[in-house]
């Protein structure tokens, strides 16, 4: 055997090895900085939300039929929707208005949404802000939508439920 083909075969392998490790840590990475993908529903209506790595509730869900990656903001009064977003949607907007954001002041327009669904919560006819400033891929459910849930925290699980409706 030529000492080449030894030495091409060894590289191979090691090239093998780093990228098995490579593929498994960015599947370890992508489940603690996202692990709530798949969100099922309970039989009582609640949801369980695992936190992330960076101690924030993301979740999969869906604005007008069409896939979103939530962050749910308590500190939002609005759902707040990246403006490349609202185009892909053709959300109407309405006029510019200036918001107060955690970073200071924001131009957002004004918007309606006819549907916002997490897992099996869905409400309709919601209102939403439209912000150049926010990061693309990520939508912040805000309290017009939290609002309507009881939400209770233990440990790193934020369990949803929608209220009956007397209470909404």
Known sequence: MHPFRGTL???IIWLLVVGA???????WSDRE?????????APAGDITLQRNRA???????EINGTRVTFLLDTGATHIAIPARLARELKLKLGPLITIQTAAGSA?????????????????????????????????LLGMN????????????????????????
């Open 107 to 139: 131009p957002a327009n004004a918007t309606r949404l006819d549907s916002v669904r997490l897992a099996g919560i869905e409400m309709r006819d919601m209102a939403a802000l439209v912000s150049e400033g926010l990061d693309p891929g990520m939508v």
């Open 33 to 41: 900085a996202h692990p709530n993908r798949v969100l099922t529903m």
């Open 9 to 11: 075969a060894m590289g």
């Open 21 to 27: 490790v490579y593929v498994a840590f960015q599947h």
């Open 145 to 168: 939508f939290l609002k309507r849930l009881e939400i209770t925290q233990r440990g790193d699980q934020l369990m949803l439920k929608p209220l009956p409706p007397a209470q909404k």
């Open 55 to 61: 101690g924030q509730y993301v979740a999969e869900g």
